[in-house]
């Protein structure tokens, strides 16, 4: 699978998504709260966003998802 990222940071709320790159699916979406926590915790490098490297996009959306996925596991 190939995925997208769709990253609106500079916006008062900023938000990423990412979406599956054949059927636009949305697979992952994080909002202001959970960027400011990635980038405090300094897993969130802007300069990978504009990265045309294939193995750095693959990290980085890798990353992401884990990411997603352990903060939707957290215990309220």
Known sequence: MTYLIDAWLERPHPCLRI??????????????DALHELHAQGDLDLSG??????????????????FSYARALRPL
């Open 19 to 32: 979406l599956h790159r054949e059927t636009g699916e949305v697979c992952a979406v994080l909002e202001e």
């Open 49 to 66: 966003l504009n990265s045309n490297e294939p193995n750095v996009l693959k990290e980085l959306v890798r990353n992401l998802f884990l």
